[in-house]
């Protein structure tokens, strides 16, 4: 039996998954768009969250909407919304991350009837009192937005189980990521991509039942002496939703030891207090997790954990996978690239579209790199 | 010398060169600071200027600066420097070319007087927060940021609350950053100069309604400098006065923008610096008068938030609400409202790669504008710097295409 049967399931087809989860659950599925989403918050009100990824369908209803210079990602979302492949959806929530979801937060609300829609207007930056303050606010006002849509009560005692399940599952995905970084070539890069982005999908309540078994089974796999040879990498950027790149880096020679990805560290890094107030409890993870480039907290926060992390990781080199038309970390890369330079650590770019290019072109830049590190 | 041509004299603004005077006074002044003594804050267009104004600080505005490099088609040249250095050349092309010209000193005037401070306000896109970081790490000075949050449908308490209390930290970092207490009362006098600008701004661009229109949008785009720039001084309320007396004048003379002004058209983001005397001319060859714009009608939309007698605590809605911080359904309100007080027949959207906030959504203002007053719509592909995302040949066949729809319409 694979362990990971559950997690390939709900990657595949994540409507699927969810309709029929939510079908045995009983609970509504909301959905949530980049890992700001204060999701602690949907599970507490009995909700089911989603993270919404995209895909790409071949009718291009989202054309009506957007602009060619729109990223695939707002692209992909808006389309299974209106081509009703998001209908499983009870709700939406939109936290303002960047210019791009900020006016797919008003297409979808404009365009797409059914689900509720909820803003929870987080702030631009993180590094000050009143932001953090602001921040706590939003918090209170989505609470209160999800009660009214979802008819429910938020208790403390609710939010306090939240708290309890998210810490258990990011310890969990964290240990994931120790697992691989031990045994890198033991364990694949494209497994792991789908256990992180299943745990964005999954029943959190089925999650933190089946995690620990994928996770034994992957601590059981034989550590791979290959893994001697094999080039350490790091991989950088916004979310990667193409697994096959993976075994490309793995196929040419290279293994991923560890990601600065929103759909990775970024979006699980960061215990949350268990005791005192937990909406501010809550709030205090968001603002101190690894920052997203659509965030501020400080002008050279972002370089100086890349470079850590590198070094930390022992990564020979790190490669960039940045979502075309995704402004804040197309703006951050020059800076970024300086500093590895500066740290004496090769690094590559690679532009990601909605269609990656033909395999023979990806292969031969990644063993270029890989030979080069 | 040529014999000039007695009906283009007639149509053209005089106050034109009181306002280049103006900005070059202006320039001459931010790029000696060093000498005077003066600080220089570079500032985001939709940040609050007045508290530099009552700080005696010089405001400078790299975004203003990049239509100064549109405009004189030096922006290709900059945005590749750009992206030699690593930007991707989707990004912005104000970003691009204002990087890379603080490297070279480059651009129309030599590059801008060098930044003691730089104030980001987030009101206007995301783009400039990470633009300010980038010049913050490349200048070594300090980045005031001033958080907006988005208004998709409303402004909430907590957002007011919020702002309200970064204006005081704007405040202490002025204060820090110049060395000096901060005057209250100035800006209440500054604030009070600022809303009577604003009020004649806009009183300027609503002499546009009459028909013929006495000026086009092509004309406030020029004229935007003033409001952008040096709002909250005296000078700016002098030369105001000064242009809607003339615009009055040529009401009264029946002088429009456009000879022979048949239809009335809107426009949408935006200009497109490099191209802004082609496309002027292109719609007036069609007699076509573009009479309003939801650009430069942006730095006096937030007078309804306004409180003269309450500046301090009025800026935060003010800043907040701005045209760009709201949800697209309140933007094409705004825009079918204007669409009413200019009796526009027509509305031209510049679809501009370069501007995601202003951009997305433009298909949806297109269609509600449609439905909402059956007037029909153009959509420019282009960018404000960039010539590479501009072609010339399909954006004419489609301009004329549009002016041959609006006669059939007028026709019928």
């Known amino acids: 039996m694979d362990p990971l049967a559950e997690f390939r399931a709900a990657v595949a087809d994540p409507a699927s998954y969810v309709r029929s989860a939510t079908a045995q659950s009983g609970k509504k599925a909301v959905g949530t768009l980049c890992s700001y989403a204060p999701e602690e918050l949907i599970y507490a009100a009995g909700a089911h969250p989603v993270r919404l990824f995209g895909t790409s369908g071949a009718e291009r209803l989202a054309d009506r909407h957007l602009q060619s210079y729109c990223c695939s990602l707002v692209r992909g979302v808006l389309e299974d919304a209106l081509a009703g492949r998001s209908d499983f959806l009870a709700g939406v929530v939109f936290p303002h991350t960047c210019d791009s979801i900020q006016r797919l937060s008003d297409l979808w609300r404009l365009n797409v009837p059914g689900a509720f829609h909820i803003d929870a207007v987080l702030p631009a930056r993180l590094d000050t009192a009143s932001a953090r303050d602001y921040l706590l606010d939003v918090l209170r006002r989505f609470r209160s937005d999800l009660e009214r849509k979802l008819r429910v009560s938020i208790s403390d005692e609710s939010l306090r189980r939240a708290i309890d399940l998210y810490n258990r599952i990011r310890e969990m995905l964290a240990r994931l990521y120790e697992l691989r970084n031990e045994n890198p070539c033991g364990i694949r890069g494209r497994d792991v991509h789908t256990i992180v982005k299943a745990s964005t999908i999954l029943d959190r309540d089925r999650l933190v039942v089946v995690l620990p078994p994928a996770l034994q089974a992957l601590e059981d796999v034989h550590e791979c002496t290959a893994g001697n040879k094999a080039k350490r990498v790091l991989l950088a950027g916004g979310l990667c939703d193409h697994p096959e790149l993976y075994s490309f880096i793995e196929e040419a020679g290279g293994v991923v030891v560890w990601d600065d990805f929103c759909t990775g560290t970024r979006g699980f890094s960061g215990t949350i207090d268990g005791d005192g107030d937990p909406l501010a409890a809550i709030a205090q993870r968001y603002a101190e997790r690894p920052v997203c480039p659509a965030k501020h907290r400080g002008i050279r926060e972002r370089a100086e954990h890349l470079v850590r992390l590198a070094k930390e990781k022992e990564a020979r080199g790190v490669v960039f996978l940045l979502v075309k038309f995704c402004d804040p970390h197309a703006f951050d890369y020059p800076y970024l690239k300086e500093a590895l330079d500066g740290a004496g650590i090769p690094s590559m770019l690679f532009e990601m579209e909605d269609q990656l290019p033909a395999e023979g072109q990806l292969r031969t830049r990644f063993e270029a790199f890989l030979e080069m590190i | ?412």
């Open chain 2, 1 to 412: 010398m040529a014999e000039k041509d007695p009906e283009k004299e007639k149509r053209k603004i005089k106050a034109v060169a009181k306002m280049k005077e103006i900005m070059t006074a202006y320039y001459i002044d931010a790029k000696t600071a060093e000498q005077t003594g003066k600080k220089v804050a570079w500032i985001t267009s939709g940040g609050p200027v007045e508290p530099l104004i009552a700080m005696d600080i010089i405001p400078v505005y790299p975004e203003n600066h990049g239509a100064m490099i549109g405009a004189s088609k030096m922006g290709v040249d900059l945005c590749t420097k750009a992206e030699a250095m690593g930007y991707s050349s989707d990004l912005c092309s104000y970003a691009r070319s204002d990087i890379s010209c603080a490297t070279v000193n480059g651009g129309p005037i030599g590059g801008l007087p060098r930044p003691d401070m730089l104030v980001c306000c987030t009101n206007i896109c995301g783009t400039v927060l990470k633009w300010y970081e980038v010049q913050a790490r490349y200048f070594g000075c300090p980045l005031f940021i001033l958080d907006t949050p988005f208004c998709h449908t409303g402004f909430h308490d907590e957002m007011r609350r919020y702002v309200r209390r970064q204006l005081d930290e704007y405040i202490a970092f002025l204060e820090s950053a110049a060395g000096r207490r901060f005057d209250y009362d100035r800006l209440k006098e500054v604030g009070r100069l600022s809303i009577e600008g604003q009020r004649l701004w806009q009183a300027v661009l609503d002499t546009a309604a009459h028909r013929p229109a006495p000026l086009s949008a092509f004309d406030a785009f020029f004229h935007l400098a003033l409001i952008v720039t040096l709002r909250g001084q005296q000078q700016t309320i002098d030369y105001y006065r000064m242009l809607l007396a003339e615009m009055n004048e040529r009401i009264a003379a029946g002088i429009g923008a456009v000879p022979d002004e048949r239809y009335r058209l809107l426009w949408d983001n935006l200009p497109v610096w490099f191209r802004t005397k082609w496309l002027s001319e292109k719609f007036a060859a069609a007699g076509a008068c573009l009479v309003a714009d939801t650009y430069t009608s942006a730095w006096c939309g937030s007078l309804k938030y306004a409180d003269e007698n309450n500046f301090l605590e009025s800026m935060a809605e003010c800043y907040t609400r701005i045209y760009l911080n709201i949800g697209v359904d309140e933007m094409a309100r705004m825009v079918v409202d204007m669409v009413d007080k200019y009796a526009a027949d027509g509305l031209v959207m510049h679809s501009n790669r370069s501007c995601k906030p202003y951009s997305l959504g433009q298909y949806d203002i297109q269609r509600l504008v449609q439905e909402r007053r059956g007037i029909p719509t153009l959509m420019i592909e282009a960018d404000m710097v960039d010539e590479r995302s501009f072609a010339e040949g399909p954006t004419e066949t489609r301009i004329e295409a549009f002016m041959e729809m609006l006669k059939t319409r007028k026709a019928a």
